[in-house]
């Protein structure tokens, strides 16, 4: 019996944004080559948009993640780069200590050398409003090494346990006071992170 015919998986660029939590400074992009994932490698592009709107600094906006994988099709480029941007928005909180939520799909769109015809999905976004949000600044030097470091690590899925733990309590944290579920996640986050550091 023949064995049954492989999909062909095509290069593929995927744009997400994400709307507040973080920013990265203007000028600077975070650049992630080669991040592990169950279906390869990929490469990640991390840069904000900020808006002149006659303030004394330009407005940190959308933080985008420009994702380059190779799929099959749209559907599942668009489902891989949304589990590899909210993986990566997870540790962006980490980072800053500030609530990153998982960035929602844009576009998305053949991007093999030479063809003539390609594959296209796109979704209309409303452009951000003149609300000020608050927002952390990721500090490349840290960031990559941390990103690095963890995916490199033979404990990368307790770490990234961890880090979920904690994104959630930073979701849910209160400057009235520390809901349960806030503490008891930040609580467990700790012992995950200290027992993997041993």
């Known amino acids: 019996m023949s064995e049954p015919a492989t999909a062909h998986r095509s290069r593929w660029m995927v744009v997400l944004a ?40 330009p407005l940190p906006r959308e933080t985008f993640f420009e994702v380059v994988l190779a799929a099959e099709d749209s559907d599942a480029a668009i489902a891989e780069a949304g589990a590899i941007g909210t993986g990566l928005a997870t540790m962006i909180s980490c980072c800053v200590n500030a609530f990153v939520p998982p960035p929602e799909p844009l576009l998305a769109y053949e991007a093999e050398p030479g063809l003539e015809r390609r594959q296209f999905w796109q979704r209309y976004r409303p452009p951000a409003d003149d609300e000020l949000r ?37 979701n849910y944290w209160s400057t009235r006071g520390q809901p349960q579920t806030s503490s008891s996640r930040a609580e467990h986050s700790v012992e995950i992170h200290a027992s993997a550091s041993r």
Do not use: I
């Open 18 to 57: 994400t709307s507040s939590g973080t920013e990265v400074l203007p000028g600077q992009q975070v650049e992630l080559r080669q991040v592990p994932t169950d279906q390869g490698p990929v490469d990640v592009n991390l840069w904000t948009r900020h808006e002149d709107v006659g303030l004394a600094a």
């Open 134 to 170: 608050p927002s952390r600044r990721v500090d490349v030097e840290l960031l990559v090494p941390f990103m690095r470091a963890s995916f490199s690590s033979p404990d990368a899925k307790r770490l990234g346990r961890a880090v979920s733990h904690y994104q959630v309590a930073l």
